[in-house]
């Protein structure tokens, strides 16, 4: 092999490991932009678990909170029915003192039913609790797409950056392909196309 020659392959190998690593450190930047996303998804569908699920407890124990109110007023208007009913020779101003709590009562136990004006009626706390369920619901699947998705998010930035050190074309290309089913995973997490029941 003539001296030419020699630095002819030398040139070509060095410009070949040149590209071989602009492309692994850009690789390394993108993964490491997908982890920071996705490492944002996870945050936010952690909170969204704790908070939705604090928030529906709270819904549904003011919920029952109304109900007993109201089983209590229900049973002292059925009381006050009773004596009513019972001693008919109670003087008329008793039995408008009577007839006056009991509708006060019946008003106060129709009020919580339905608040529309406060959304704390039975029928609206319910309503609330169970959309917040449906929120925690939804943070609880997503979340194991993020956690799969920084894991290999992870690991592909170390293969992409060893294939540097090594100058291996294989283990960029394994960490490109792991980085990319590594952002399928992340945005299936956002947007929560397909169901991977293996994940759940």
Do not use: C, H, W
């Not at 920084?150 to 170390?158: F, G, R, Y």
């Not at 100058?167 to 960490?175: E, H, I, T, V, Y």
């Amino acid at each position: 092999m003539k001296a030419d020659e020699a630095s002819e392959l030398l040139e070509n190998g060095a410009a070949g490991d040149d590209r071989l690593k602009k492309a692994a450190a850009f690789l390394v930047g993108i993964l490491a932009m997908a982890l920071a996303i996705t490492g944002l998804g996870a945050a936010d569908a952690a909170k969204e678990i704790v908070n939705s699920n604090i928030l529906a407890s709270n819904a549904y124990a003011f919920f029952q909170a109304k109900t007993v109110r109201q089983t209590v007023l229900r049973a002292a208007a059925d009381d006050m029915e009773i004596v009513l009913l019972k001693d008919s020779g109670m003087p008329e101003a008793a039995q408008k003192r009577i007839r006056e709590r009991l509708d006060e009562y019946r008003r106060t136990i129709s009020r919580y039913e339905s608040e529309l004006e406060t959304g704390e009626g039975r029928k609206e706390l319910l309503a609330r609790a169970q959309m917040l369920e449906q929120r925690r619901d939804r943070a609880q699947r997503q979340d194991p797409y993020f956690d799969y998705a920084e894991a290999l998010l992870q690991i592909a930035i170390v293969l992409s950056s060893i294939s540097i050190l090594a100058g291996s074309r294989g283990l960029l290309a394994g960490g490109a392909s792991i980085g990319g089913v590594a952002v399928l995973l992340a945005l299936n997490g956002f947007l929560l196309i397909i169901d991977l029941p293996f994940l759940g």
